[in-house]
């Protein structure tokens, strides 16, 4: 994972509060449970002399791994995705090898024993390839 990776996924976790995502009140025995407050402090000019945390690289380094994933389950062309028979979702590039991330519902349909693959999946890179 790279610097700028680990950075954003730190600060992720600490926005979505890592240890917990109750919302206080009851769990449904009786208990009270008790509520927490986080705390997010944004500060100016953070980032940019290499040391600190920059979003924009962050951004710049990593959009590129971002693609539009478009699944066809019944039809043989993009033409047939608005008839229900496709579905389209965004992945991550893992590796250089092809291997790409994404939801299961963007490249299945149905459920457990009659779950279905997609027939053809296109995947679409921020660059239009």
Same mark, same amino acid.
């Given at each position: 994972?790279?610097?700028?990776? +680990?950075?954003?996924?730190? +600060?992720? +976790?600490? !926005? ?7 919302? %206080?009140? @009851? ?8 509520? &927490?407050?986080?705390?997010? $402090?944004?500060? $100016?000019?953070?980032? %940019?002399?290499? @040391? %600190? ?26 033409? @047939?995705?608005?008839?229900? &028979?496709?579905?389209?979702? &965004?992945?991550?590039?893992? *590796?250089?090898?092809? $291997?790409?991330?994404? *939801? ?10 009659? !779950?279905? $693959? ?8 921020? @660059? %239009? *390839?």
């Amino acid at each position: 994972m790279t610097r700028a990776a +680990l950075a954003l996924a730190m +600060l992720v +976790l600490a !926005l979505t509060g890592a240890t917990g995502c109750g919302f %206080g009140g @009851d769990d449904g025995d009786g208990s009270a449970r008790a509520e &927490s407050t986080t705390r997010v $402090e944004v500060i $100016e000019d953070l980032g %940019g002399d290499g @040391d %600190g945390f920059d979003p924009r690289a962050i951004y710049e380094a990593e959009a590129p791994g971002v693609v539009t994933v478009i699944s066809l389950f019944g039809g043989d062309s993009l033409e @047939d995705l608005g008839d229900a &028979s496709g579905g389209v979702g &965004s992945g991550f590039v893992l *590796n250089g090898e092809g $291997e790409i991330a994404t *939801n299961a519902h963007v490249v299945t349909t149905g459920k457990v024993p009659d !779950l279905r $693959e997609a027939r053809t999946v296109y995947v679409e890179f921020a @660059d %239009g *390839n």
